[in-house]
T-cell receptor
Framework: GAVVSQHPSWVICKSGTSVKIECRSL??????MFWYRQFPKQSLMLMAT?????????EQGVEKDKFLINHASLTLSTLTVTSAHPEDSSFYIC??????????FGQGTRLTVV | DAKTTQPTSMDCAEGRAANLPCNHS???????VYWYRQIHSQGPQYIIH???NNETNEMASLIITEDRKSSTLILPHATLRDTAVYYC??????????????FGTGTKLQVIP
């Protein structure tokens, strides 16, 4: 079946630095991808919708200048957490699919900001 | 999308059937019932979906009541690897993997040896 892959699986970074997370659709083209964030013992919360070739759509309360999304091709979306702080430590998950498939989720990226 | 209500947690003995209920009393006629699960520290995984009829696949069965106000996900022979949080989601339309998924709090299923 269709697969969505994220990289890296985990990352530790220093406070104030930026981190880029990649989300790839491996065997299908995805004009739309989604980025979620999950804090410990909580459910997934949608952060933004990534649209190929256009600007991302952010959910209310998500800072677009802090969480930069680039969807430059039909198989790759990237999420960059800029000037990361400890409160940005979380589990970040992407998803993608087509009109004829269900949503496929990446394996997630565990970000720890120290 | 219609709101769903699920028990916070459930236990199930290994090898027995796990029956996970979901209430969606405000479901509309064009809304499907979806089930996903999330094993600890992994991304969610699609399980099954249905509109009106009961559905079965290699992972589970989905039983939807005639009035569609509730459903039950059945894992016929639960294994330890089925320990996860199970999310029941109601949304408009068929697969539509290009659409966002709105997660509730889900049911934490613990399969006990």
């Amino acid at each position: 079946g269709a697969v969505v892959s994220q990289h890296p699986s985990w990352v530790i970074c220093k406070s104030g630095t930026s981190v880029k997370i990649e989300c790839r659709s491996l065997d299908f083209q995805a004009t739309t991808m989604f980025w979620y964030r999950q804090f410990p013992k909580q459910s997934l919360m949608l952060m933004a919708t990534s649209n190929e070739g256009s600007k991302a759509t952010y959910e209310q309360g998500v800072e677009k200048d802090k969480f930069l999304i680039n969807h430059a091709s039909l198989t790759l979306s990237t999420l960059t957490v800029t000037s990361a702080h400890p409160e940005d430590s979380s589990f970040y998950i992407c998803s993608a699919g087509t009109a004829n498939t269900e949503a496929f989720f990446g394996q997630g990226t565990r970000l720890t900001v120290v | 999308d219609a709101k769903t209500t699920q028990p916070t947690s459930m236990d199930c003995a290994e090898g027995r059937a796990a029956n996970l209920p979901c209430n969606h009393s405000t479901i509309s006629g064009n809304e499907y019932v979806y089930w996903y699960r999330q094993i600890h520290s992994q991304g969610p995984q699609y399980i099954i979906h249905g509109l009106k009829n009961n559905e079965t696949n290699e992972m589970a069965s989905l039983i939807i009541t005639e009035d569609r106000k509730s459903s039950t996900l059945i894992l016929p022979h639960a294994t330890l690897r089925d320990t996860a949080v199970y999310y029941c989601i109601v949304r408009v339309g068929g697969p539509g993997g290009y659409q966002k998924v709105t997660f509730g709090t889900g049911t934490k299923l613990q399969v006990i040896p």
